[in-house]
């Protein structure tokens, strides 16, 4: 008789689980952001790095789409992080340069009429949380938990020494000099801590702790996972150099133990979204702010360039997303696509209302990456270094660029399917070409403001 009435419920049993399933995967998806600090395009396993493994790193890609031509939208590191906060190009709000690093300027700093990512989330009732490196502002107009975040636990300017016996200040108060806000120590929401751990390790705990909070709360969250590694200093424990025997560049070596470190970070985020049961309802976005730079034994492959410049290796990027389930696995994709895209993407999962004033200009990736879609996601990409005069402009392989002064040196064009490493001008032979993209530029330039406040190479605030 039980035998019977257990498999009279069976179907009724399987409805059950269906709805719950249903449940689960039509829950608004996390959000998980890992951005690294100045890292070259090819310093990861996914775009042939044979030096430096990157095992969970090299997952996200694995696990979901690997992007070979993912852009930010500046070769330095606070503008690029306004446009992908925001979603929009930082020059539509002026944010051409690198804030100073002035408490007392409540200019210098990402707009407060701009929404960053966590306000138009917290629409949608998610949790947000930045682990790591603000440098949106330090006044405190600008501070994350002003700025639609829940939680923060880092540091408000765009550098940080590692070591903690070096975090000797307590606050930017306390600095006298250019700097020496590296040394300040770890920010908690508003309180300063105590740290007693390899920075980039103590950034790890506190993004595995917020997820796990986030899911014993049963909360859907956004985390920006923001590693200042591997910008310098080029500081490193024995725990990551040794991992590094063979490297003989001292340099290279504590660079490689920088990232590994990053890329222990990332497994155990990984491991977090696993073990709470949230891995198949997480996006999980891998990039950095701008390509490789010149201070740090970063590689940028076979771009050409550096942070700072327009060329591929300042803005091309290590670029990775995974969404099990929605994203299928494995994929190479080689159209471009741009961190703007991010904002995009998850506010479409969540059907949110942007202000219409201020339009997004990313797109959502989904449908390019679930076959729903083949068109390209922008017709062109846009870039504009104001204090230089520089520009570049994209459009379907095809970049018209002039890394400094256009008006002194002329826009150089560039098949970059036949000519990654930008090295055979074609401006001559297609002038047509070349007009007709500068022309696209202009018209994108007309919609900019100039700079609003000023550069950290002007901030002289510390002087008491």
């Not at 995967?25 to 042939?48: C, E, H, R, W």
């Not at 682990?131 to 938990?145: A, I, R, Y």
């Not at 300017?157 to 903690?164: F, M, P, V």
Request: aromatic residues 10%; negative net charge.
């Amino acid at each position: 008789m039980l035998n019977r009435l257990m498999f009279l419920m069976l179907p009724i049993l399987a409805l059950s689980c269906a709805k719950v399933s249903e449940q689960k995967t039509s829950k608004q998806p996390n959000l998980v952001v890992i951005m690294t600090d100045d890292m070259g395009y090819a310093d990861v396993g996914f775009n042939g790095c044979t030096d430096i493994p990157t095992p969970q790193i090299d997952k996200i890609a694995d696990q979901g789409v690997r992007f070979t031509q993912g852009y930010v939208t500046f070769p330095v590191c606070g503008p690029s992080r306004a446009g992908f906060l925001t979603g929009r190009y930082q020059d539509r709000f002026g944010f051409t340069t690198n804030p100073s690093i002035d408490p007392n300027n409540p200019i210098s700093g990402l707009p407060v009429e701009e929404e960053t990512m966590a306000q138009v989330l917290r629409k949608a009732n998610y949790k947000s949380a930045i682990v790591g490196k603000w440098h949106m502002g330090t006044h405190p107009n600008f501070h994350p938990l002003e700025r639609g975040f829940d939680y923060f636990y880092g540091f408000l300017s765009g550098g940080h020494n590692y070591l903690h016996d070096q975090l000797y200040l307590n606050d930017l108060s306390e600095v006298t000099k250019r700097w020496e806000w590296y040394r300040t120590k770890i920010i908690e929401n508003r309180t300063k801590v105590e740290t007693d751990d390899y920075l980039t390790d103590e950034l790890s705990d506190a993004a595995v702790e917020f997820i796990n909070e986030k899911v014993e709360k049963d909360q859907h969250f956004m985390l920006y996972l923001a590693y200042n590694a591997p910008h310098t200093p080029m500081q490193a424990t024995e725990k990551y150099l040794s991992r590094f025997p063979n490297i003989e560049d001292k340099k290279r070596k504590t660079y490689a133990a920088m990232v590994s470190a990053v890329d222990d970070g990332v497994g155990r985020v990984l491991n977090a979204l696993q073990e709470g049961g949230v891995d198949e309802n997480t996006i999980v976005v891998f990039l950095s702010d701008n390509g490789g730079a010149h201070n740090n034994a970063s590689d940028n492959g076979p771009l050409r360039g550096l942070k700072g410049d327009l060329f591929e290796g300042g803005i091309r990027v290590p670029f990775a997303m995974r969404w099990p389930g929605v994203i299928p696995a494995g994929q190479t994709y080689e159209k471009a696509i741009s961190s703007m895209d991010v904002m995009a993407t998850i506010v479409s999962q969540n059907n949110i209302s942007i202000n219409a004033e201020r339009p997004l200009d990313g797109v959502d990736l989904i449908p390019y990456l679930t076959g729903e879609t083949e068109e390209e996601p922008h017709d062109y990409l846009f870039w504009r270094k104001w204090e230089q005069n520089a520009m570049a402009i994209l459009h379907q392989n095809t970049k018209l660029v002039a890394n400094s002064d256009q008006n002194e040196n002329t826009p150089e064009l560039f098949n970059l399917n036949s000519d990654l490493g930008e090295q055979n001008n074609l401006r001559s032979s297609d002038e047509a070409t070349s007009e007709s993209l500068m022309k696209e530029w202009e018209g994108w330039n007309l919609q900019l403001k100039d700079r609003v406040f000023p550069t950290l190479g002007g901030d002289d605030w510390w002087v008491k």
